[in-house]
């Protein structure tokens, strides 16, 4: 089963307030008060003005992120940090191989990252999402790692999150269904 993800995390009433009057903004709860903001190449135009560019190359450390983060992008990026920490993540995974990579802004400029991996060989909190996460203020939970305690694991790509936040759904949502069944 593949999974692919593109987007921005922040606290939920950042992305709320930063993307209210976008069309092309979707929202995906997640717990502890936390959003992801699905990046499709509607939303980059609208932020920016043009249409989004993707690499072409392999990611790797140097060239860390599928979409290409062009000044106007980064710019309302570190724009929307200086309300508070959001993060910019990326996955693709296929067959058990795959990579991940993320960055942090804060207080208007990029305070970590680019963190790229494609090998997972360290502790699973030092991977680039999990780092990520850490620094937007993800707490510990009863979940194995900061990437399922906020729920990114639900929905497989873009499009489920896109309908994930068209339906408004909680990532307790799916926790309540489970529970529901079990109870049957």
Known sequence: MSYQLSAVVADADLLREQTAELDHAVLGELRQDFAL???????????????????????SAE??????????????????????PVAYVEAEFGGGAGHQSAAVWLGGALSWGP?????????REQWPIN?????????????????????LHLE???AGW???????????????????????
């Open 162 to 184: 896109l309908a994930h936040g068209r339906r408004r759904l909680s990532a307790d949502y799916w926790d309540e269904l489970v529970e529901q069944w079990e109870n049957q």
């Open 63 to 84: 060239q860390p992120f599928g979409l290409v983060l062009s000044p106007p992008l980064v710019e309302v990026l570190a724009g929307w940090s200086r309300s508070g």
């Open 156 to 158: 497989r790509n873009t």
């Open 131 to 151: 780092s990520a996460l850490t620094r937007l203020g993800v707490e510990r939970g009863a979940w194995l790692d900061p990437f399922a305690e906020l729920g």
């Open 115 to 123: 963190g790229f991996d494609d090998v997972f060989d360290a502790p």
């Open 37 to 59: 903001l699905p990046v499709t190449p509607q939303l980059v135009a609208e932020l920016t003005g043009s249409l989004p560019d993707y690499a072409v190359d392999d990611r």
